[in-house]
């Protein structure tokens, strides 16, 4: 399980002041946004609340009061891929953008002001994996964590971990602990010794479909039921559950393609 250290505000990855790098919020932007809805408040019990509809039709998902993602509506006519995207925190949303920029990224959105929540951009890293940057500047808002349909764990897929890593390192001064074997190649990013998220090397099987990209694994009691559950929902399994050394997990994408995993709660 990867951990989102915080400098205040409530615990776990939430939309709290976060320490800068770790994750602390994800959003999807989709094509069909009452369906997406029904999806995921049927597959993790969320409820959703209205956002500002600025640029368009937006919802804050909510578990018991506490938020877990944000959800907005792809302008008529966009044909954009729709894919889970995490953002790391910032103190200061335009040097971190200047910092992607310098070390080899490309900043695609922003930065800009996100009504009266916060600063954001949105970029793209060297491998072609999309992030978000951001920097809360409203009210601290409770998040939830640790619980069942919230994230609980952030990867970034590409071709070569180590190569990669540099980045996030030089953009973002993560520690990093590698894990590499004959059949493994694995760095994990770190914030004040604690892991906040995983880059995994897969050299020439990378799915050529979808190039590097992130993927947030959502909490779950069950993973082989939640599998079953989002199947009968209109979803795709991508990766059936297995063990892995941090408990049973598996891939999945919504009814519109969105790729994201479940992990076991218990991590």
Known sequence: MTEAPELTGPNGTGYGRHAPGAPCRVSLMVHGLAATQEFYGALFGWEFRPGPRQPGPYVRAMLDGREVADIGQL?????????????????????????????????????LDA????????????????????????????GAAGVPGAPARHELITRDAAVVARFYRSVFGYEQRPHVSADFDCVSLLLDGRPVAEIRGMGRVLPRDRGSHWITYFAVPDVDA?????????????????DTPLGRAAAATDPEGALFGLVDAGL
Do not use: I, K, N
């Open 75 to 111: 302008p008529p006519g966009r044909r954009l891929p729709v894919a889970w995207t995490p953002y790391l925190a910032s103190d200061d949303v335009d040097l971190t953008a200047a910092a992607v920029r310098s070390c080899g990224g490309t900043v695609g959105v922003g930065p």
């Open 115 to 142: 009504a009266d929540a916060g600063r954001m951009a949105v970029a793209v890293d060297p491998s072609g994996a999309v992030f978000g940057l951001w920097q809360a500047t409203g009210p601290l808002r409770e």
């Open 226 to 242: 939640a599998a079953e559950r989002l199947t009968a929902l209109g979803g795709r399994v991508a990766r059936r559950p297995h």
